[in-house]
């Protein structure tokens, strides 16, 4: 079957630091950029960065510069996002998406089932 | 600019046409995506590039672009469809970045 698993829930005091997890099946991990998804309770989709494991080539948007790290590793077709120390303000479910790899866009078309962060003292 | 700017909320009646739109200067160089997200789950693709449907998807849900906007319609719209819906498209920077809209409601 084709799918992203992600880590577990994750409850986190501000200052600690946190790595979540999201691995590929059932398709060459290595050959499709996957991205995460910042999602605030109550809020929208937010695209915080995106990584071609077959290269580890990533990008980020400029609000997310600086305050993660994404990273990969291919040969065990995982791909991480993590924080050197947390905020509350980092509260929310993360998501990671395969992007299709069509010519005429960057649809994601698989998603992960979510990880839930939540950062509080 | 990076944004893509969406209405908050429409609702339709139940087997009515609603149109939801998805406006950025970006959208004038890249086609928009449409995700589906239903309370508590992950989102779901249903349009992508100039109009297409991943397996699965049923066919009243068409996409269309024009200059900076790009629309998603619901043909007959169902229950079902009740949901939030946002647009993604890479941003104008050239530099692989990628933007969601803010999403709109759409009561059935």
């Known amino acids: 079957e084709v799918q992203l698993v992600q880590s577990g829930a994750e409850v986190k005091k501000p200052g600690e630091s946190l790595k979540i997890s999201c691995k590929g099946s059932?398709?060459?991990?290595?050959?499709?950029?996957i991205a995460w998804v910042r999602q605030m309770p109550g809020k929208g989709l937010e695209w915080m960065g995106i990584?071609?494991?077959?290269?580890?080539?990533?990008r980020y948007s400029p609000s997310f510069q600086g305050q993660v790290t994404i990273s990969a590793d291919k040969s065990i077709s995982t791909a991480y996002l993590q924080w050197s120390s947390l905020k509350a303000s980092d509260t929310a479910v993360y998501y990671c998406?395969?992007?299709?790899?069509?010519?005429?866009?960057?649809?994601?078309?698989?998603w992960g089932q979510g990880t839930l962060v939540a950062a509080s003292s | 600019s990076s944004e893509l700017t969406q209405d908050p909320a429409v609702s339709v009646a139940l087997g009515q046409t609603v149109r939801i739109t998805c406006q950025g200067d970006?959208?004038?160089?890249?086609?928009a995506s449409w995700y589906q997200q239903k309370p508590g789950q992950a989102p779901v693709l249903v349009i992508y590039g100039k109009n297409n449907r991943p397996s699965g998807i049923p066919d009243r849900f068409s996409g269309s672009n024009s200059g900076n906007t790009a629309s998603l319609t619901i043909t007959g719209a169902q229950a079902e469809d009740e949901a939030d819906y946002y647009c993604?498209?890479?941003?104008?920077?050239?530099?692989?970045?990628?933007?969601f809209g803010s999403g709109t409601k759409v009561t059935v």
């Open positions: 990584i071609y494991p077959g290269d580890s080539d990533t």
């Open positions: 970006s959208l004038r160089i890249y086609y």
């Open positions: 993604h498209s890479r941003d104008s920077s050239g530099n692989r970045v990628g933007v």
């Open positions: 059932g398709y060459s991990f290595s050959k499709s950029w």
């Open positions: 998406a395969r992007e299709a790899g069509h010519s005429d866009s960057d649809a994601f078309d698989l």
